[in-house]
């Protein structure tokens, strides 16, 4: 319904009675302009929907797959790029259901030449089938990323960059979009993503699994999970879902299942208590056997690998958290990370103050004692440190400085007002810093600048 509407709109928009003086058309950028990562995302459209239909082979580890992406041109477009990155083979590609040119170029662009020009405004629909191995990204300071082939099946993990190994995708965290994401494989394995599932179909001895995200999703935080698990469904006080599975490989105390579902209701009640509802349609987990060494707050239902070094209250704090800081407020580029890891980590201390009785401020104090790298600059961390304690720590400190300085009242104000002013959307470092001083009817420039932008112990 909405392809056939996009795809008449489209012709209209090019051929019809409309078009007034001779439209310019020009090619779209083959980046979104990130400092750090130049070649993410792409620029002369926004992407509304994506549409991924996958069968995985785990005896092959090969996918075969088409995805469409629903999207708008923002300028008049000759022609466009999606990234899309690994040994995939294209078989068929159409824009608004007529094949078009492409070409792959470096690591990550492949670059569509739809057969006629595309309008600024109007919408357009790219359909892409394709097959292969697709391979995961190792890099030095970021670790592993995208598809993650496992010992039963596959989990892709997409931040910052990852995506693009199994779907075509403007890979921008201000490109948002909403998901629906059909999986098949063999009759026995289970298929998690993000959002909530529909219908499960088993036909040939393959099932297929359907998963949609109905609020606007980053890539970067799109999840997909392979493999035999055991899922617990429960549901929050207000009835709100929680699907959470453990990887059945994964040794586990009995009942461990119920305890996961359990802990990650619990958390996500109590942190709505404390930044406002929950943004999205359904919450959860997976704990599974990946090999990654880290836990990622992917859209609605966070990935915890099983070699992280604890999956405790504080982690699921953490990754839950990021569900209002990081996935329902992104940042528009990656050196405003702190925005994320600050406010997520500042979760764990908050949960380690409610439930374990270690004061937030005790927390902040021996972190500010024990920290002996103060170098970086939280809000221009560099590329290869977003993932640095610099982030995480200092971002979570900067929170509880500007807390002592701002009082507690305007402090959980602001916790909950600036996840509620810019809900689904993205932010800055700039526009948090301002938020705050509109709200507190302060010059907060000194602090900031001390915290946020320049490297050095601050003072207390
Ligand atoms: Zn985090």
């Known amino acids: 319904m909405i392809v056939s509407c996009a795809l008449s709109a489209g012709l209209v928009a090019v051929t019809g009675p409309a078009a007034e003086a001779a439209p310019r058309f020009t090619p779209g950028a083959p980046g979104a302009g990130d400092p750090y990562f130049p070649d993410m995302g792409n620029g002369g459209y926004d992407v509304g929907h994506y549409d991924i239909r996958l069968a995985y082979s785990p005896s092959t580890q090969a996918i075969d797959a088409t995805t469409t992406v629903l999207a708008t041109a923002t300028q008049d477009l000759s022609r466009f790029d999606l990234d899309f990155q690994g040994p995939l083979t294209i078989s068929k590609l159409s824009v608004n259901g007529l094949d078009a040119a492409f070409t792959r170029s470096g ?9 006629y020009g595309l309008r600024k405004g109007s919408p357009f629909v790219v359909s892409v089938s394709y097959a292969g191995v697709p391979q995961k990204i190792d890099d030095p300071a970021l670790g592993l990323s995208g598809w993650v082939a496992t010992k039963d099946g596959a989990v892709a993990l997409n931040q910052p960059i990852g995506a693009a190994t199994y779907y075509p995708v403007n890979d921008t965290p201000d490109d948002k979009a909403t998901y629906t994401q059909t999986i098949t494989v063999p009759a026995g394995l289970t298929v998690l993503a993000n959002g909530e599932p529909g219908p499960t179909t088993t036909h040939d001895h393959r099932t297929t699994f359907r998963w949609s995200m109905n609020k606007p999703m980053a890539s970067e935080l799109s999840m997909l999970a392979i493999g035999s698990y055991d899922v617990t469904r429960g549901a929050l ?39 406002g ?88 104090a021996d972190t500010y004692a024990g920290e002996t790298d103060w170098s970086g600059v939280v809000a221009d961390p560099g590329r290869d440190h977003i993932f640095d304690d610099l982030v995480y720590n200092r971002g979570a400190m900067t929170l509880q400085a500007l807390r002592t300085k701002i009082g507690d009242r305007a402090f959980f104000d602001v916790l909950r007002l600036w996840p509620a002013a810019n809900r689904y959307g993205n932010v800055s470092t700039r526009q948090f810093t301002q938020f705050v001083e509109r709200l507190t009817h302060r010059d907060l420039g000194s602090f900031f600048r001390t915290w946020l932008y320049q490297p050095g112990k601050p003072a207390l």
């Open 277 to 364: 509802p929950y943004p999205f349609d359904s919450t959860g987990g997976i704990l599974a056997d990946v090999g990654v060494h880290y836990a990622l707050e992917t859209q609605s239902r966070p990935v915890y690998d099983q070699r992280t070094s604890d999956v405790d209250g504080d982690l699921l704090a953490h990754e839950l958290g990021h569900q209002w800081f990081g996935d329902s407020l992104t940042p528009v580029h990656w050196s405003d990370i702190w925005l994320n890891e600050g406010f997520a980590t500042y979760s764990e201390w908050l949960y380690q103050e409610k439930y374990n009785g270690i004061p937030v401020q005790q927390t902040f």
């Open 107 to 115: 690591a990550q662009e492949l670059v569509i030449t739809p057969p």
């Open 237 to 275: 006080a207000g009835g709100l879902p929680n699907i959470t599975a453990i990887g059945k490989s994964i040794d586990g105390k009995p009942g461990q299942g119920q305890v996961f579902n359990q802990t990650t209701a619990q958390i996500v009640q109590w942190e709505s208590s404390v930044y």
